[in-house]
């Protein structure tokens, strides 16, 4: 497959996080977007050379609304490519495409579960399908062979393959995907006007439900509207059911309140393992630093001092507090390193620890 050239239409987060990967093992790349911008940007990441030649392969990783009009333009140019798409919804594509036999044939649709609530190319990584679901779906009269190469570019991501027609793939994501976008949404929206006093106060649990209110409103504006056939009685549940939770407040029903609670539970206790990326087996330094401007630079130049690889970091800041807290992720060997270092140069770096 990497031998082959492979266009990927569409710079944003999962397209260019695609490209990457393809980079790594050396496919031959030629990439498309009408935003300019998004394409330069992912044209240096990628950094790979300039291909010529008919695509062999032309992955789709368009808003959903437009990818059946450009799988079709692209069919006209390239008719001996094979097209696989990577929007999330898949009724409507599927019936687009059946009505065009010649594409067809050579069209799968393809569902990778990953994403971030960052959108665009600068939010792209190599590895963001590591461990995750690669769902495919086929028309009426995909190839075998068609089938095959969006099989190996899954897994050639790091993906686990599943297989499912288009409407059992809506249904499910209606549940898996669009329902929690929809309540981190809902809860997003019900703080406006809220005094940033008051949010100053916030714990985890409000960052982790929201965070995904973050989203692109564009992107999953789209995706909503698109399977609204598959959401809206899904919707309709959860609504009855915070109702009924509503009435149980009113009512200071307790045993229901235990009853919901409890379900929550037992729901979540059903959900197998997280199709997140791969767990990272990190060591994490905890530094105490002064709240005043250039500290982080100074960490990250002590860092390089002596060649440590920084993988991740979380900042943590109280309003009013005059010192903050720095987390750096590290493999275990460079945290206990840099711990050593930083302590040997004054710094309040507390000893390394696994999460």
């Known amino acids: 497959m990497i031998e082959r050239v492979i266009k990927v239409v569409g710079c944003g987060l999962i397209g260019t996080s695609i490209a990457l990967r393809l980079s790594e093992i050396g496919a031959h790349l030629c990439l498309a977007d009408s935003n300019l911008d998004n394409l330069k940007l992912a044209e240096d990441l990628i950094d790979s050379p300039k291909v010529s030649g008919q695509p062999e392969i032309i992955i789709l990783a368009t808003p959903p609304e437009v990818v059946f009009d450009i799988a079709v333009r692209e069919f006209a140019l390239h008719p001996d490519a094979i097209f696989i798409d990577v929007s999330g919804i898949k009724s409507k594509l599927i019936d687009e495409v059946e009505g065009f036999t010649d594409l067809a044939v050579q069209f799968v649709s393809v569902h990778p579960m990953a994403g971030r609530e960052m959108s665009g190319p600068e939010s792209a990584r190599a590895d963001l399908f590591e461990s995750r679901a690669w769902i495919i779906s086929e ?70 439900v929201s965070r995904l209110a973050d989203s692109d409103p564009a992107l999953w504006g789209s995706l909503l509207a698109g399977n609204s056939k598959e959401i809206v009685p899904k919707l309709a549940e959860v609504i009855n059911r915070l109702s009924l939770l509503s009435k149980a407040l009113e009512n200071n029903d307790r045993e229901y309140l235990l009853e919901f609670l409890q379900q929550g539970r037992e729901g979540r206790n059903l959900i197998p393992g997280k199709h997140g990326s791969v767990k990272r087996d990190y060591t994490f330094v905890p530094i105490v630093i002064d709240d005043s401007p250039g500290g982080l630079a100074r960490i990250f130049n002590e860092c390089a001092n002596i060649n440590v690889n920084v993988e991740d970091l979380l900042i943590e800041h109280s309003p009013g507090q005059s010192v903050g807290l720095i987390t750096l992720a590290l493999s275990e060997i460079d945290a206990i390193k840099l711990q050593k270092h930083l302590v040997s140069k004054g710094w309040l770096a507390h000893a390394p620890r696994k999460r």
Do not use: C
Not at 177 to 192: K, R
């Open 139 to 208: 028309t009426s009269r995909t190839s075998p062979s068609a089938l095959s190469v969006a099989r190996r570019i899954g897994e050639s991501m790091g993906a686990s393959i599943y297989e499912m027609d288009a409407k059992a793939h809506d249904s499910v994501i209606a549940t898996i995907s669009h329902l929690p976008q929809i309540l981190s949404s809902a809860l997003g929206g019900s703080l406006i006007g809220e005094d940033a006093s008051n949010l100053n106060l916030a714990g985890q649990g409000l960052r982790d």
